[in-house]
């Protein structure tokens, strides 16, 4: 593996995590909406992988796929649930 893509890789996750831990609470809800339409366009690509590559590629794009269903459901699942919170009773 070519150590740029490994740096570039290191460096996303620091800033990820930095990035996540200043958010406040009342701002999750829109974060998550966005991080929703992020995981939707993973799933198109890992479909487009899927039917491009023969093979192993074809096994890995079908797992892309999968793990990327299970992120938007979850995250629908946790908009729903926080989005219930803030309704009056």
């Known amino acids: 593996m070519d150590i740029n ?3 570039v890789f290191i460096l996303a996750i620091f800033v990820g995590v930095e990035i996540i831990t200043k958010v406040p609470p009342t701002l999750h809800t829109p974060l ?4 929703n ?8 690509g890992a479909i ?5 590559n023969g093979g192993v590629g074809s096994y ?3 797992l892309a ?3 990327a ?5 979850g995250g629908f699942m946790v ?6 919170m803030f309704k009056r009773k």
């Open 65 to 67: 796929v999968i793990f």
């Open 5 to 7: 893509i490994l740096t």
């Open 32 to 35: 998550m909406s966005g991080s």
């Open 79 to 84: 908009t729903d649930r926080m989005l219930k």
């Open 48 to 52: 487009i992988s899927t039917e491009l």
């Open 69 to 73: 269903t299970v992120n938007v459901v």
């Open 60 to 62: 890995l794009g079908l």
């Open 37 to 44: 339409a992020i995981s939707g366009i993973a799933v198109v």
